[in-house]
C-alpha cells in the first residue's frame, strides 16, 4: 500500500492474492489492508490536502496525466 508517500505493509502484516479472472493464476500478493491502515491513509491525505489545492491547475494536470500514463 502507498499510505504517505511510502509503500507499507499492512499493519495486520496479512496478504491476500490477486488472481487473474481468465486464468486464475495469481499475479500478485499484496497487502490486506485493516481498518488502522485505511484511518492511516484517511490522515495522510488530509494533510497532504493543501498542499495539493496550492498547486497550479496545470502542474496538478500534469501530475494526472502523469499517473494516467504510468497506470496504461
Do not use: F, H
Not at 57 to 67: D, E, N, S, T
Request: zero cysteines.
Amino acid at each position: 500500500m502507498y499510505i504517505g508517500g511510502e509503500w507499507v505493509d499492512s499493519e495486520g502484516g496479512t496478504t491476500t492474492e490477486v488472481v487473474n479472472p481468465a486464468t486464475e493464476a495469481t499475479i500478485a500478493t499484496v497487502p490486506k489492508g485493516t481498518r488502522e491502515d485505511a484511518k492511516v491513509a484517511l490522515e495522510m491525505a488530509a494533510k497532504a490536502q493543501p498542499r495539493w489545492e496550492d498547486l497550479a491547475p496545470l502542474q496538478r494536470a500534469a501530475y494526472l496525466q502523469k499517473i494516467a500514463a504510468l497506470i496504461r
